[in-house]
């Protein structure tokens, strides 16, 4: 795709990655010990250590009836602690959709919960808790945590320090409530815009500034304790099929992705990363098998191992994603994940299946006992040096002190004032001041909220903006706003002063753009926010003020609520370039457009 090719050739030269150092961690338990729990576990207690699992219910031994039921459809247990005493699974992955998430007590108790159901069994281990707490559009816990703004917003921002800041209140906050493995950084370089999974999760499209961005990320979290998770390797920037629901294809050469995917994972690799998470996509120039990357030794272990010298924890995306069933059953694909040099095999969609495969291939020779313990010894490992053999237990008067705390809502606060971009500003139009424009209108798309922010967006700006000094209203009109909502939204626009739009995702077809040309059309100042994809703009090239959040997280809409009212100046500079509408191949805005206000 023209697009696609223009970015990959704008970014080819960028291959550095500078190293950010990492503090040394207390190994805990050394190679000695831990190998001599595992020569006294049973076989299925090995095969249990490898998988890590979803579970429903707010508590690991008394969860609502509803979860109790959806346990037994799913996993054949009743709950989390029926789950452990039954495969003696080394990890279990917490979602808001599984109702584990509610509050941050409840989740310290169900962390704690988990724990004492597995160090109660003969042989018992810690378990290593994990989330996907990327920040931006992807977050399993909400309010009343921290809530950042997304990589690509970071990525706006540029600053290694904020990055690194990031991952050091947010993984502190983590540990607060048992969880100890979060699955970011994301090290995709996203260089195609149409992608449809990574987008504003990635923080951008510059394969150096990306590596610096996720290596200080992990230094962060790593120094609270919690194990950072590049991912998706061997890199799922160039795709323009979702993995979750089909099997993508990266074209790239292996020069190419050297020059654009590598980077980021070098850096992590060097930054002293605890886990690296794969990625269910072909690389034909890196394995022409055919084989999705999770499944491929070439990839996982000439690449990962060998070539690049990573000697941590590999864990799976979810097994449960079209991109790694295409090809085999789901019997076949955890033994080959082990067998391509895999650690953690991740929420397979039938663990009884899956872990019988396991067992199975070990007894019939398919798979060694000694591969089995190599895996264990790394996860173990990692369980050590988060000291969860030695402390294992959190408290509420923990939680208290850390999660949600003043200091840490206002460094979130801080660093989104440096991440909005201001991509258009024809005229001097911004910054809006209350005495020129004092009633303002709030419309827009309100894609659902991500988790535990309060929503929906044209409701958070319209409060922060009142907040500010000026009357605003809000009107959701959505992404596909229809001619009744858009004569609605134009003729409240007739009783304002001015009008504040949140495009998301607007593409040629999309009825969006007959918004903002009829709410232009009333002569109305308008300003429009891009609440996710800052590529809104090249739709829409006659609003004379437009701005990038990057995210529809409140942080992140307040901060350009800021921006809008000339509170902040904006700092923020484009991570990714913006092609133009009418011709792909050529660029509206590059890497690094960004302006400001006058001083």
């Keep these: 795709?023209?697009?696609?090719?223009?970015?990959?050739?704008?970014?080819?030269?960028?291959?550095?990655?500078?190293?950010?150092?990492?503090?040394?961690?207390?190994?805990?338990?050394?190679?000695?010990?831990?190998?001599?729990?595992?020569?006294?576990?049973?076989?299925?207690?090995?095969?249990g250590q490898l998988f890590v699992m979803r579970v429903y219910g707010h508590s690991a031994t008394a969860p609502d009836q509803a979860d109790i039921d959806a346990n037994l459809k799913e996993i054949g247990v009743r709950t989390a602690a029926e789950l452990i005493a039954k495969y003696r699974v080394g990890g279990i992955i917490y979602f808001a959709w599984a109702h584990n998430t509610r509050d941050p007590h409840q989740i310290a108790d169900l962390s704690n919960g988990i724990q004492k159901a597995s160090l109660g069994l003969p042989r018992g281990l810690p378990v290593l808790v994990s989330t996907d707490q990327e920040h931006g559009i992807v977050a399993r816990v909400g309010r009343p945590a921290?809530?950042?703004?997304?990589?690509?917003?970071?990525?706006?921002?540029?600053?290694?320090?904020?990055?690194?800041?990031?991952?050091r209140i947010a993984g502190k906050e983590l540990r607060a409530i048992g969880i100890r493995q979060d699955y970011t950084p994301v090290a995709d370089v996203n260089v195609n815009p149409a992608n449809p999974v990574i987008g504003v999760r990635s923080f951008g499209a510059d394969p150096t500034a990306v590596a610096g961005l996720v290596a200080a990320e992990t230094v962060g979290y790593q120094r609270s304790s919690v194990a950072a998770t590049a991912k998706h390797f061997p890199g799922h920037g160039d795709t323009a099929v979702d993995?979750?629901?089909g099997f993508p294809v990266i074209t790239h050469t292996r020069a190419e992705w050297d020059a654009l995917d590598a980077p980021p994972f070098r850096a992590a690799i060097r930054a002293g990363i605890d886990s690296i998470m794969t990625a269910h996509i072909m690389v034909p120039a890196l394995d022409d098998s055919g084989d999705p990357a999770t499944l491929s030794r070439p990839i996982l272990t000439g690449i990962l191992r060998e070539e690049l010298g990573y000697d941590g924890v590999v864990v799976t995306d979810s097994l449960g994603m079209e991109g790694v069933r295409t090809k085999y059953g789901d019997d076949r694909v955890p033994v080959l994940a082990l067998k391509a040099g895999v650690d953690q095999l991740l929420n397979p969609p039938d663990l009884d299946l899956a872990w019988n495969a396991v067992l199975t291939a070990v007894r019939e020779g398919e798979l060694t006992e000694a591969r089995l313990d190599e895996s264990i010894l790394r996860v173990l490992r990692l369980k050590a040096r988060l000291r969860l053999f030695d402390d294992p237990y959190v408290s509420h008067r923990g939680v208290d002190r850390t999660v949600g705390v003043r200091a840490h809502l206002a460094a979130a606060d801080r660093i989104a004032d440096r991440t909005t971009t201001l991509l258009v500003n024809e005229g001097g139009l911004l910054p809006l001041s209350p005495a020129e424009h004092p009633k303002l209108l709030v419309v827009g798309a309100?894609?659902?909220?991500?988790?535990?922010?309060?929503?929906?967006?044209?409701?958070?700006?319209?409060?922060?903006?009142?907040?500010?000094?000026?009357?605003?209203?809000?009107?959701?009109?959505?992404?596909?706003?229809?001619?009744?909502?858009?004569?609605?939204?134009?003729?409240?626009?007739?009783?304002?002063?001015a009008v504040v739009v949140g495009t998301y995702n607007v593409s040629a077809a999309s009825s969006q753009r007959t918004l903002v040309q009829q709410l232009l059309a009333t002569g109305k100042p308008v300003v429009a926010v891009a609440v996710r994809n800052p590529y809104d703009v090249a739709q829409l090239p006659d609003v004379r003020g437009y701005l990038a959040s990057y995210s529809w997280t409140d942080v992140e809409l307040r901060a350009a609520a800021r921006v809008i009212a000339g509170e902040v100046a904006p700092t923020g500079r484009l991570p990714v370039p913006v092609q133009r509408a009418d011709d792909p191949t050529r660029v509206l805005y590059p890497i690094g457009h960004g302006l400001s206000y006058p001083a």
């Design 243 to 245: 993995s979750h629901y």
């Design 446 to 497: 309100d894609p659902a909220s991500p988790s535990g922010t309060t929503g929906p967006p044209t409701g958070v700006l319209a409060g922060a903006l009142t907040e500010l000094g000026f009357t605003a209203t809000a009107l959701s009109t959505g992404t596909a706003p229809s001619a009744a909502t858009i004569a609605r939204a134009v003729a409240a626009a007739e009783g304002a002063d």
């Design 146 to 167: 921290t809530l950042f703004p997304g990589a690509m917003a970071v990525g706006a921002g540029g600053s290694r320090a904020d990055a690194r800041t990031l991952g």
């Design 1 to 47: 795709m023209p697009s696609r090719r223009t970015v990959l050739a704008a970014t080819a030269g960028a291959t550095a990655a500078l190293a950010v150092g990492t503090d040394a961690r207390a190994d805990g338990l050394g190679d000695k010990k831990l190998r001599s729990l595992i020569s006294r576990m049973t076989l299925q207690e090995k095969v």
